[in-house]
């Protein structure tokens, strides 16, 4: 098959219509990844053995579990039980508490390496359980972890292309949308690759310059 440039241009806002809901997925499932990774962590240290159990439960379920097991439970098996959720939701959801449990143990990492003396001289200087957590340990924590929380959330972007699985037109949905209606796979695989690679590469600068701050 050769490769045909009139094609490629004509099927070019098709797939940039893909590119913009897969950035959609991605921010939406960071943001839960990230906030509440961070409640897990902080769950997982201040309570007690109930809430240390039940961190560890939700913890090992989600890591252990693959993603499109979980896609296509909230997909098909859910609104068996009345719970109906758009496939976007699903996936944003799905995406959001797996990687928000592979975030937890970073943050958590991050928490319990912080020096004792910390949070010694907090205590002294008078302050609550709650502002040591909200203005000292957590801020250094984030910090500490952030070149990890990148990269995960670099890895999420990536694993958007599963939600095609459940419908979700993500940037592999369309091209697989244009292959079956044109039977031509050459242009939209290789321009998904393409804009995948491209849409990286903010990631992987910023994971750079993380990692160069905390060498």
Avoid: K
Avoid at 60 to 86: E, H, N, W
Avoid at 117 to 139: K, Q
Avoid at 191 to 212: D, S, W
Wanted: hydrophobic share 60%.
């Amino acid at each position: 098959m050769i490769w045909d440039w009139a094609f490629a241009l004509r099927i070019l806002p098709d797939l940039m219509e893909g590119v913009w809901i897969t950035v959609l997925v991605t921010l939406a499932s960071a943001i839960i990844a990230l906030v509440g990774g961070l409640a897990l962590a902080v769950l997982s240290l201040t309570t007690g053995w109930v809430g240390r159990l039940f961190a560890r439960a939700l913890l090992d379920l989600l890591r252990g579990i693959p993603i499109l097991v979980l896609l296509f439970f909230g997909f098909y098996a859910l609104p068996q039980y009345g719970i109906t959720l758009s496939a976007f939701a699903i996936g944003v959801v799905v995406l959001g508490l797996v990687y928000g449990a592979f975030c937890s143990e970073v943050y958590r990492g991050a928490l319990i390496t912080i020096p004792q003396g910390l949070r010694d001289a907090s205590v002294a200087l008078g302050l609550t359980p709650w502002v040591m957590w909200r203005r000292v340990l957590i801020p250094l924590a984030v910090r500490n972890s952030l070149p990890a929380l990148i990269n995960y959330v670099l890895v999420l972007y990536r694993q958007s292309a599963l939600l095609f699985a459940i419908g979700v037109p993500v940037l592999l949905a369309r091209a697989q949308m244009v292959g079956y209606q044109s039977f031509r796979y050459l242009e939209p695989y290789t321009m998904a690759g393409l804009l995948y690679l491209l849409l990286n590469l903010p990631f992987i600068y910023l994971l750079v310059r993380l990692q160069a701050r905390h060498g």
